[in-house]
């Protein structure tokens, strides 16, 4: 007979953050380490001639088993909007059908390096909303928000562009905005034990500091395979949480696919999937969905329609 705190313990929804953190290290070296390449060539006009064979890969499991997480995603999506009357469900998908060019046509207009790297960011913000969620945390979201503007600032001393490049400069910064981080919640949080994200925060603040001291002595190459193992970070444990926060509830409806077994077949074929894609001519013409190229498109897409969603539950047409 199990004790009662067991039994309390497991019928508590969950995302499980410690198994998903260690099982985020594990698929991070596994995907940066394979010694099978998963896609022939890296994404179009982002990246070419300057990101290893190790950290495509990487890249690649990302966007595979990214497609998996949407289709999950979106399968929620579909059945929230089933409590929508039919005319504000038709305008909802009408409405994502429209983001979508809208993502297209920006894309096109900024480039797919700078539309990859904002976003990144936007991802950031997609994940604190999620880990807020999870754990049903109540604290101001100016905490909250931190791990963007430090992902933001980290991205832009990764990649330096202008004053930049002056070591000096991106210390005194750094070093001023990790006191307004501190002084603006994190510190109170960090003591009270509230909210593990200030850590994320002050994390990427001092690898800022790291990676810009280390900066004369990186290839663009190194810097590249430094960016992807950080969005690989932030994507597996968000995957990997999900999955878990959705698995572990007990009042969920009895769906075939959100069994375990069920969450490792679905993720064991796509990614299988997008690898068949990435290889094979006869399925070139899936690129647009399962081709590593145009996955931000789709990472942008899913996380305008996250966002969307409740906000067109309260006030979209009746």
Request: include cysteine.
């Amino acid at each position: 007979m199990q004790p009662q705190s067991a039994s309390i313990q497991s019928q508590v929804q969950t995302s499980r953050p410690y198994l998903a953190l260690g099982l985020t290290f594990l698929l991070l070296g596994l995907g940066f380490a394979s010694p099978i390449r998963l896609v022939p060539h890296p994404p179009e006009n982002i990246w070419r001639g300057l990101i290893s064979t190790e950290a495509l890969n990487l890249y690649a499991l990302i966007a595979f088993a990214g497609w998996a997480h949407f289709l999950y995603a979106w399968q929620g999506q579909g059945l929230a909007t089933r409590k929508m009357s039919s005319k504000s469900r038709l305008l909802y998908f009408v409405a994502i059908l429209t983001l979508l060019g809208l993502l297209v046509t920006t894309r096109a207009w900024l480039g797919a390096a700078i539309f990859s790297l904002l976003t990144w960011t936007y991802n950031i913000a997609h994940f604190v909303k999620a880990e807020v969620y999870f754990t049903g945390a109540k604290q101001t979201s100016r905490a909250y928000y931190s791990p963007v503007l430090a992902f933001a600032w980290f991205t832009l001393c990764l990649f330096p562009v202008g004053i930049l490049h002056s070591q000096t400069i991106v210390f005194a910064i750094t070093l001023a905005l990790a006191a307004l981080v501190l002084r603006f919640g994190s510190w109170r949080l960090l003591a009270a034990g509230d909210v593990k994200l200030p850590i994320l925060t002050l994390f990427l603040i001092g690898e800022t500091l790291v990676w810009t001291g280390y900066g004369p002595y990186m290839s663009d190459s190194f810097r590249v395979g430094v960016y992807i193992l950080h969005i690989g970070a932030a994507s597996f444990y968000h995957y990997l949480s999900s999955y878990f926060f959705a698995e572990s509830n007990p009042n969920r409806p009895r769906i075939w696919s959100l069994s375990t077994t069920s969450i490792l077949l679905i993720n064991t074929a796509v990614i299988s999937a997008g690898i068949a894609c990435a290889w094979l001519p006869a399925l070139r013409s899936l690129a647009p969905i399962l081709g590593v190229s145009s996955f931000t498109v789709w990472v942008a897409l899913h996380l305008a329609a996250s966002d969307l969603l409740p906000w067109w539950r309260q006030h979209g047409p009746s």
